[in-house]
C-alpha cells in the first residue's frame, strides 16, 4: 500500500497540469479516477484489515489538502468515496463489511445520495422510501446534485425506512436507476455530479446497511462527519494552492518600479492568505486529531474545521484574484479555478449557515 509522500508524488504526476482542461471540458478522465481508485487513494482510511491503506485521519487529511491544491473536483470524488466507505464501515454489519470495503479500496467508486428537490439544508423532509416487499427491498425516490455520480458504480442512498431511516447500497446497473447529469456547475465542475432516480428498484434485503430504522439525522451525521473534514481539508489545499499563485506573482510582476509584494496594500493580501491557510490547516489537524483519538469532540471538531475552512478559502480565493488581477481573471487560471470551487464549499456537507446554528448551539450547552 502507498505511502502519504508517495501518494503525493503519484496524483501531483496523474493530474499534472490538466485540472484546467478537465474543468473547462466538465469531466475528469475516468482512468485517473479508477487508477487513484485501484491504489487504494480515494478512501485512504478503509483499513487494511478491508484492503485498504489504513491511513490515520491526519495522513489522510494531509493527502486530501494536496489533492485539493491540484484540482477540486478529484477531491470532490474522494470526499463521496471516503464518506461512502465511512459509512459502510461504520453502519454495515460484518459481512458487510468484508464485501464492501475491500471493492472500494480497489476496483469499485461509491457516490452518496442524500439530496432531493425538497430537502437540501433540510434533511428530516427526505422523501425517499425504502420498504420490503416479499424477499426483496423496494426503492422509490429522486435524488439530486450527487457528486460523482457518473463514475459511481454503487449509491449509497438515505431513505425513509418505516419510522425511522435507513441507507441503502445500490448498483448503479441495477432496473430502475437512471441518470440525468447536472452541467456546468459553479464550481467543481469536473466532478461528475448528476441528478439520480430510483423507481421500484428492486434490491436483496442484504442491501440496507446494518439493520436500518435508526434515525435519519443520526445516519446523515456519521456520513457527513467524514465528509466535513475532507472538504476542510479540501479548502486546505485550495487555501494552498492560492497562497503559492499570489507570493509567485507578487514576487515577479512589477508596478511603480517595484514589485507588487512591496506595495504594502498588496502585502496585507499576503499577509491574510498566509494567515487564512495556517488557521484553517491548524483547525484541520485538531480535527483530525479528534478522529483519530475517538475523541467525542469529533462531531463538533469537524463542523468547527469546515465552517472555518470554507469561509476562509472564500475569502483567500478572492484576495489571490486580486493580487493577480488580470492575470487571474482568466478561465483557466488556478485561481480563477478555486474562487467558483471555494464558494462551493460554503454550500455543501452543511452549508455555512448550518455550520453556525450546530456552533451556536454548542456555545450555549457548554459547561
Ligand atoms: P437550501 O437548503 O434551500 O438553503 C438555501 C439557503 O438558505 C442556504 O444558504 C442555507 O444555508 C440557508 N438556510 C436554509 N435553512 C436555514 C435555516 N434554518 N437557517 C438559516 N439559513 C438557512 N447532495 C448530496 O446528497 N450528495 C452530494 O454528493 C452532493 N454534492 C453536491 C455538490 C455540489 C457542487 C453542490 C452545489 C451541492 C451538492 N449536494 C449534494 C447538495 C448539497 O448538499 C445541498 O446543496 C446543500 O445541503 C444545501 O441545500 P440546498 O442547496 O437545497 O439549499
Same mark, same amino acid.
Not at 423507481?199 to 442491501?207: A, E, Y
Given at each position: 500500500? +502507498?505511502?502519504?509522500?508517495?501518494?503525493?508524488?503519484?496524483?501531483?504526476?496523474?493530474?499534472?497540469?490538466? *485540472?484546467?482542461?478537465?474543468?473547462?471540458?466538465g469531466?475528469?478522465?475516468?482512468?485517473?479516477?479508477?487508477?487513484l481508485?485501484?491504489?487504494?487513494?480515494l478512501?485512504? #482510511?478503509?483499513? %487494511?484489515?478491508?484492503g485498504?491503506?489504513?491511513?490515520?485521519?491526519l495522513d489522510?487529511?494531509?493527502f486530501?489538502?494536496? &489533492?485539493?491544491?491540484?484540482?477540486?473536483?478529484?477531491?470532490s470524488?474522494?470526499?463521496? $468515496?471516503?464518506?461512502?466507505?465511512?459509512?459502510?464501515?461504520r453502519?454495515?454489519?460484518?459481512?458487510? *463489511?468484508?464485501?464492501l470495503?475491500?471493492?472500494?479500496?480497489?476496483?469499485?467508486?461509491?457516490?452518496v445520495?442524500?439530496?432531493e428537490? #425538497?430537502?437540501g439544508?433540510?434533511?428530516s423532509?427526505?422523501a425517499?422510501?425504502?420498504t420490503?416487499?416479499?424477499? !426483496?427491498?423496494?426503492?422509490?425516490?429522486?435524488k439530486?446534485?450527487?457528486?460523482a455520480?457518473e463514475?459511481?458504480?454503487?449509491?449509497?442512498?438515505? !431513505?425513509?425506512?418505516?419510522?425511522g431511516?435507513a441507507?441503502?447500497?445500490?448498483?448503479r446497473?441495477? +432496473?430502475?436507476v437512471?441518470?440525468?447529469?447536472?452541467?456546468?456547475p459553479?464550481?467543481?465542475?469536473?466532478a461528475?455530479? *448528476?441528478?439520480?432516480w430510483f423507481d421500484g428498484?428492486?434490491?436483496?434485503?442484504?442491501?440496507?446497511?446494518?439493520?436500518?430504522g435508526?434515525?435519519?439525522?443520526?445516519?446523515?451525521?456519521?456520513?457527513l %462527519?467524514?465528509?466535513?473534514?475532507?472538504?476542510?481539508?479540501?479548502?486546505?489545499g485550495?487555501? #494552498?494552492?492560492?497562497?503559492?499563485?499570489? &507570493?509567485?506573482h507578487?514576487?515577479?510582476r512589477?508596478?511603480f518600479?517595484n514589485?507588487?509584494?512591496q506595495? #504594502?496594500?498588496?502585502?496585507?493580501?499576503?499577509a491574510d492568505?498566509?494567515?487564512?491557510e495556517q488557521? *484553517?490547516?491548524r &483547525?484541520?489537524e485538531?480535527a483530525?486529531?479528534?478522529?483519530?483519538e475517538?475523541s467525542?469532540?469529533?462531531?463538533?471538531?469537524?463542523?468547527?474545521?469546515k465552517y472555518?475552512s470554507?469561509?476562509?478559502?472564500?475569502r483567500a480565493?478572492?484576495? !489571490? &484574484? $486580486?493580487?493577480?488581477?488580470?492575470?487571474? !481573471?482568466?478561465?483557466?487560471?488556478p485561481?480563477?479555478?478555486a474562487?467558483r470551487d471555494?464558494?462551493?464549499?460554503e454550500?455543501?456537507?452543511?452549508?455555512?449557515?448550518?455550520?453556525?446554528?450546530?456552533?451556536?448551539d454548542?456555545?450555549?450547552?457548554r459547561?
Amino acid at each position: 500500500m +502507498p505511502e502519504p509522500v508517495v501518494a503525493a508524488a503519484t496524483v501531483a504526476d496523474l493530474v499534472g497540469d490538466r *485540472a484546467a482542461d478537465w474543468d473547462r471540458a466538465g469531466r475528469l478522465p475516468e482512468e485517473v479516477v479508477r487508477k487513484l481508485g485501484a491504489a487504494g487513494l480515494l478512501a485512504a #482510511q478503509i483499513p %487494511t484489515a478491508h484492503g485498504g491503506p489504513g491511513w490515520s485521519s491526519l495522513d489522510n487529511g494531509v493527502f486530501t489538502a494536496r &489533492v485539493g491544491s491540484l484540482c477540486s473536483s478529484l477531491r470532490s470524488v474522494m470526499t463521496s $468515496q471516503g464518506m461512502a466507505a465511512w459509512t459502510v464501515e461504520r453502519l454495515g454489519s460484518r459481512a458487510q *463489511a468484508t464485501s464492501l470495503l475491500p471493492r472500494l479500496a480497489s476496483t469499485e467508486t461509491a457516490a452518496v445520495a442524500f439530496s432531493e428537490p #425538497q430537502a437540501g439544508s433540510d434533511l428530516s423532509a427526505i422523501a425517499t422510501t425504502v420498504t420490503i416487499e416479499g424477499d !426483496a427491498l423496494l426503492l422509490d425516490g429522486h435524488k439530486v446534485w450527487v457528486t460523482a455520480a457518473e463514475h459511481a458504480d454503487l449509491f449509497l442512498v438515505f !431513505a425513509r425506512y418505516g419510522e425511522g431511516g435507513a441507507v441503502v447500497v445500490v448498483p448503479r446497473s441495477a +432496473p430502475g436507476v437512471r441518470l440525468r447529469r447536472r452541467s456546468d456547475p459553479l464550481g467543481c465542475r469536473a466532478a461528475g455530479h *448528476a441528478d439520480v432516480w430510483f423507481d421500484g428498484v428492486r434490491l436483496p434485503t442484504d442491501s440496507l446497511l446494518g439493520d436500518g430504522g435508526q434515525s435519519l439525522s443520526l445516519l446523515v451525521t456519521t456520513a457527513l %462527519t467524514y465528509g466535513r473534514i475532507s472538504v476542510a481539508w479540501g479548502c486546505v489545499g485550495i487555501l #494552498q494552492a492560492c497562497l503559492a499563485a499570489a &507570493v509567485d506573482h507578487a514576487g515577479r510582476r512589477h508596478q511603480f518600479g517595484n514589485p507588487l509584494a512591496q506595495h #504594502q496594500l498588496v502585502a496585507r493580501h499576503l499577509a491574510d492568505l498566509w494567515s487564512a491557510e495556517q488557521v *484553517a490547516t491548524r &483547525v484541520c489537524e485538531h480535527a483530525s486529531r479528534c478522529w483519530d483519538e475517538g475523541s467525542p469532540e469529533v462531531v463538533t471538531a469537524t463542523v468547527l474545521a469546515k465552517y472555518v475552512s470554507a469561509g476562509h478559502a472564500v475569502r483567500a480565493a478572492a484576495d !489571490a &484574484v $486580486q493580487v493577480l488581477a488580470s492575470a487571474g !481573471a482568466q478561465d483557466g487560471h488556478p485561481v480563477a479555478r478555486a474562487y467558483r470551487d471555494a464558494k462551493v464549499m460554503e454550500i455543501i456537507e452543511g452549508s455555512t449557515e448550518m455550520c453556525q446554528l450546530m456552533l451556536a448551539d454548542r456555545a450555549l450547552h457548554r459547561r
